[in-house]
């Protein structure tokens, strides 16, 4: 049964960084594109990055342009979001998903991390 677990979520004050994990178990994010979306309380979950199957095409909401950075391993079969200069509106509940393309279909989810930036 394929499973993707995120994981690095945390409570960080403004300005500050963390790096999100998704690795995935059970099956292979090798030939697929994993995206990060996110949830803010009362709130429809939102797209934040994606990267394509062989990591050499990215993708990002202009909200997180220049902060965030997604990469790919496919040899640990595990997604990266690296966070940097966190504001206050970046606190949410990350989910990591993997399709078919950037922008495209998903088929897995994970259960989500939460991360809370105090300002």
């Known amino acids: 049964q394929m499973q993707l677990v995120e994981s690095g979520g945390g409570l960080v004050q403004a300005g500050g960084s963390l790096r999100l994990s998704c690795a995935a178990s059970g099956g292979t994010i090798r030939n697929y594109a994993v995206s990060w979306f996110r949830q803010a309380p009362g709130k429809e979950r939102d797209f934040v990055a994606a990267?394509?199957?062989?990591?050499?095409?990215?993708n990002y909401a202009d909200s997180v342009k220049g902060r965030f950075t997604i990469s790919k391993h496919n040899a640990k079969n595990t997604v990266y979001l690296q966070m940097n200069s966190l504001k206050p509106e970046d606190t949410a509940v990350y989910y990591c998903t993997r399709g078919f393309g950037i922008r495209s279909t998903y088929d897995y989810w994970g259960q989500g991390t939460q991360v809370t930036v105090s300002s």
């Open positions: 990267i394509n199957w062989s990591g050499d095409s990215t």
